[in-house]
């Protein structure tokens, strides 16, 4: 099992509230990533970041913003959540040795539901 | 650009029987394929990935993907289906160079019947 970190788990909450999705890992990981899949769907990346200080948008654009302040630690947040944000949000992390070759480890998710 | 395709969304086995999910891909030079099982309520669990060299490649759970340039392929294969094998596949792949943004495939549905 991999050991990175998402919470909550389950959030509901009404429309207009800033929310702050928490994702942590432990392995030391430079990159991480956060997607959005509806329930069976597809993921769509949505931020990735290669370290402290660094963050990118990724394909599918997102009113969420991210940050990267500490290695471990890649918090997403929604100044003001509406419906449309209303969907799962996975974490990811992936070691920076190798390149492109080392698999992503994901976090459990959080499943939001905006009112 | 990158991308996958996973033409079936829903596969359907009989357990003890082999099972095949079906990926197809697109890259600009050679592809980084991997393939992830997602359970309910759960994250993507990694199973396996071709990098380079022999094109069948041996993953957890008694899983092997082929690689084949010619076709454009990675389907996913076990000789004999379980019941706990039941779940959501993804394929994905990625490129040498630039970001390692893994570009996913729309998911395959395995449901493996007693």
């Known amino acids: 099992e991999a050991d990175i970190y998402q919470t909550p788990r389950y959030l509901v909450i009404g429309t207009g509230k800033k929310i702050t999705l928490e994702c942590s890992q432990t392995?030391?990981?430079?990159?991480m990533y956060w997607y959005q899949q509806d329930p069976g769907m597809e993921l769509h990346l949505i931020h990735y970041s290669y370290g402290v200080n660094s963050t990118e948008k990724g394909d599918l654009s997102s009113e969420s913003t991210v940050s990267r302040i500490r290695t471990e630690h890649f918090p997403l947040t929604l100044e003001s959540a509406r419906p449309s944000h209303t969907s799962q949000y996975l974490c990811a992390s992936s070691d920076n040795g190798g390149g492109t070759t080392q698999p992503q480890h994901f976090g459990d998710g959080t499943r939001l539901s905006i009112l | 650009a990158q991308s996958v395709a996973q033409p079936e969304d829903q596969v359907n086995v009989a357990e003890g029987n082999p099972l095949t999910v079906k990926c197809t891909y697109s890259v600009s030079g050679n592809p980084y394929l991997f393939w992830y099982v997602q359970y309910p309520n759960r994250g993507l669990q990694f199973l396996l990935k071709?990098?380079?060299?022999?094109?069948l490649v041996k993953g957890s759970y008694g899983f092997e993907a082929e690689f084949n340039k010619s076709q454009t392929s990675f389907h996913l294969k076990k000789p004999s289906a379980l019941v706990s094998d039941s779940a959501l596949y993804f394929c994905a792949v990625t490129a040498p160079t630039g970001a390692n943004n893994l570009f996913f495939g729309t998911g395959t549905r395995l449901t493996v019947i007693p």
């Open positions: 071709y990098i380079t060299g022999d094109n």
């Open positions: 392995m030391g990981h430079d990159k």
